[in-house]
């Protein structure tokens, strides 16, 4: 009776060429099949997670070009906007310096031939945008036509923001040139002043 443990005997040269050569080189297929498995497999992994980094960062990049671009418009933007808001507060002194203006007016009026009788201040009206003030005066001056329309030049030359409304002629003689005639002239005046940091609004 035969056993079953009897082992088996494979002579390699009785086997075909094929075979042989399939046998040889199986040792290396199950070498590179391991090696892909073992260390490529998983390398590949770490690369497709390091390109979505990549890819990631390459955004990020991407926005933060555009943000910086974006900052040097605003940044042009907002000392144009800087340069313009001091433009705007040589045109309105702070709240002090309005008498020395009101004493430039004074000046104006007189170089320009009117005779002042009357000068009486008002009191100040905050703008309903809360960041002046309106300074207005009512003024009495006598001169002819001519006198008061080179005034009220003057005044649009000044590096001052002023206003000039309710004006009332009176004293004009018929038969007379009025443009030679000496009238009164009843006006208010209006100066403007920055109201100051922290007042504004309230």
Do not use: C
Not at 110 to 125: E, M, N, T
């Amino acid at each position: 009776m035969a056993t079953l443990n009897a082992p088996i005997k494979l002579d390699v040269k009785n086997l075909p060429g094929y075979a042989r050569a399939i046998i040889a080189v199986l040792p290396a297929i199950i070498i590179l099949v391991a090696a892909v498995v073992i260390f490529i497999m998983p390398k590949q992994k770490e690369i497709k997670a390091l390109d979505a980094q990549v890819d990631t960062q390459n955004n990020k990049i991407a926005e933060s070009q555009a943000k910086v671009a974006k900052l040097d418009i605003l940044m042009r933007e907002n000392q144009k906007l800087a340069e313009r808001l001091n433009e705007l507060k040589e045109l309105l002194p702070v709240e002090k310096d309005v008498s020395g203006l009101l004493k430039q007016i004074s000046d104006l009026s007189i170089a320009s031939g009117l005779d002042v009788k009357s000068w009486r201040p008002k009191p100040k009206v905050k703008h309903p945008s809360g960041i002046i003030f309106e300074i207005p005066s009512d003024i009495i001056v006598s001169g002819t036509y001519h006198d008061f329309l080179s005034f009220l030049a003057g005044l649009t030359k000044l590096p001052r923001i002023v206003n000039v409304n309710t004006i009332r002629l009176s004293g004009a003689k018929k038969g007379r040139d009025p443009a030679n005639t000496v009238l009164d002239i009843t006006f208010t005046l209006s100066a403007f002043s920055s109201v100051p940091e922290g007042a504004a609004g309230k």
